[in-house]
């Protein structure tokens, strides 16, 4: 790999585990591939993350209406991906009522903000470790915690390298390791917390660190082919795996005679 430092995220690291082709194409190479058709999930949790971060940010209680956080939505909605007006709709008043839940019962209340939404920068020498944190906060037990916001329906607990990627990034931004690092299920309203304590700060250093440098080392950036290449990747059509499964298609058709030239009928 060249000399250019690279910027590592918990976005490439995980292409990077996924498929090496594809974190070249798209991290080293910054290959540009034709526009894909807009997202609108990835609309709606940016519509709402804006949202909350606005809300987050007010300062004055008596600005912390639920009428206005329905209103930022509103002012912060991204109408891309949709496929009708009555699909768009359904996604807001889902929104609205997201909100409605979070406000009457919020699993995040504290004593004062640390960071909204904040994209944070830790350099290293060879490479940089990146990524954008929603919330950290004083919680009203004077613990800082650190708030991952969701707003899909599957509840899952927070992975290893998204942990420490949170720790090390909320490091980097207060000086000091937080106490819990959560993913809140806007959804269902609900939160998952992992308690952090000195072991699993050196394993998420080490974690990362590894992880880091054998990107770094890295050279041949194999293809990982697998059957959702063709549907899942923007580079599908420009990488080998066309060309794998064109021939796997071709050398089964080949094999149909001997495959069945004991079958019943």
């Given at each position: ?18 498929c ?8 080293i190479d910054k290959?540009?591939?034709?526009e894909?058709n ?35 939505l509103r ?12 699909e ?14 979070y ?28 990524g954008k ?7 009203n037990?004077d613990?800082?915690?650190?708030i991952d ?5 599957t509840v899952?607990?927070v ?5 420490s990627?949170?720790l ?5 931004k207060l000086?000091y390791?937080?106490?819990?690092v959560?993913l ?17 700060i050196?394993n ?10 054998k ?8 293809l990982?082919f697998?059957?959702h290449c ?17 021939s ?6 080949d094999?149909?005679?001997?495959n ?6």
């Amino acid at each position: 790999m060249s000399n250019r430092k690279l910027y590592l995220s918990n976005t490439s690291i995980q292409t990077f585990l996924q498929c090496k082709q594809k974190f070249k194409y798209k991290y080293i190479d910054k290959m540009s591939v034709s526009e894909s058709n807009p997202n609108k999930y990835l609309s709606f949790g940016n519509s709402i993350h804006t949202t909350l971060a606005n809300f987050n940010l007010i300062a004055d209680s008596k600005y912390k209406q639920l009428d206005i956080l329905h209103n930022l939505l509103r002012k912060n909605w991204i109408r891309d991906g949709y496929e009708s007006k009555e699909e768009e709709r359904e996604f807001g008043l889902r929104g609205l009522d997201m909100l409605s839940n979070y406000y009457s019962k919020p699993q995040d209340k504290g004593k004062k903000n640390l960071i909204i939404e904040e994209m944070i920068y830790k350099n290293n020498d060879d490479y940089v470790l990146c990524g954008k944190l929603d919330k950290v906060y004083i919680d009203n037990k004077d613990s800082v915690e650190i708030i991952d916001y969701k707003t899909g329906n599957t509840v899952t607990p927070v992975d290893n390298l998204q942990l420490s990627i949170y720790l090390i990034l909320a490091k980097e931004k207060l000086n000091y390791y937080p106490s819990k690092v959560s993913l809140y299920y806007l959804s269902k309203n609900k939160k998952i917390t992992n308690e952090i304590d000195e072991n699993s700060i050196k394993n998420s250093n080490e974690i990362v660190s590894n992880l880091c440098e054998k990107i770094k080392k890295e050279e041949n950036f194999k293809l990982n082919f697998n059957s959702h290449c063709k549907n899942n990747c923007e580079y599908y059509k420009v990488c080998d795996a066309s060309k794998i499964a064109n021939s796997s298609n071709i050398e089964s058709l080949d094999n149909l005679d001997e495959n069945f030239k004991n079958f019943i009928f």
